[in-house]
């Protein structure tokens, strides 16, 4: 496989300002691509249309006439990045050996993607695009992301730090990534669940070419929230937590406030009032933590997550070369076994 099938899938909501310019660059890097015998003639760009209320479908389908190497995939309704995104590289899987995903924005390097594929060529399964600095960044959106990247890994969620949605991933990659059937789709979570061997590139992040990010605060405080619940049932379990030590701390106080009614300092009364809001408090947020945890069962249950993916099977690769050693050695396979 020297000359790989490339599908370049591009997630686009509303880009009629930035679309042109775009596809000109992309499709300048893909032929170069395709000339220096880097990917094979047959590679592509797939843009997919999030819906979009503006021209973003009109310049697609415009250029997909145009040009061989452009194609459109036009979503019903506008889903979100992360499903377009999805919508976008199961599509381009089936007919490619590697995919690779990029906004439409030109905030990510395009000059990387020969990286990409060189590590690809390499045996890498999975090659994550990684920034090197936050310069561009607005010194909130610097802070807000660090925080997240931050709290994420104090929830137990592994995320590569600084990586957004550019990256490349194999066909068998995209294959296993079917199987994580969740409707609550955190890409960055979950690639790099999927395993098989990956490797990092870094490269610097521009600033938005043309047009408003799709991504307001709102939607950012969102899909950081859809990360940690996707992800995680640390919270249900600081609920339980929380519980255990208003349950001790009961138990001292009620001990005080006994002692007290016995020195004889409290009104009437008050002794037994108090120690049991304290008691009853304890008890019933451990009793939601319980739940919380069965709760949590039944949730990482419904996800219906592939327990394990398999890289390399060597039964089948004995069973070939039997075969293949039947067909030229007329039968006698015992030195392989
Ligand atoms: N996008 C999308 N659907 C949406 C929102 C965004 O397909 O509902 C696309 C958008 O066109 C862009 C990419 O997702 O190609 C990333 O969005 P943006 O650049 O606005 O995010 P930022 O870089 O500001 O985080
Ligand atoms: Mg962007």
Redesign the pocket.
Known sequence: MSYPILTIV??????EEVLPETITVLIEELNELIEKTVVSEDSRILF?D?GSKDRTWSIVYKNSLENRNVHGLKLAR????QN??LAGLITACKTSDCVISI???L?DDVCVIRDFVKKFKEGFDIVYGVRKKRDTDKLFKKATAIGFYKIMQKLGVNLIYNH?DFRLMSKRAIQELEKFEEVNLFLRGIVPLIGFSSTSVHYDRKE?FAG????PLKK?LSFAFEGITSFSITPIRFVMLVGILSFITSLLFGTYFITLKFLGETQTGWTSLITSIWLIGGLQLIAIGLIGEYIGKVYKESKRRPRYSIDINTLNLTQQLIERNLETNGGDHRELL
């Open positions: 591009v997630p686009c909501y509303n880009e997919v999030d506008n889903v979100g990045h377009a995104l906004d439409a924005d905030q957004a938005r408003d990010t799709k991504y950012m």
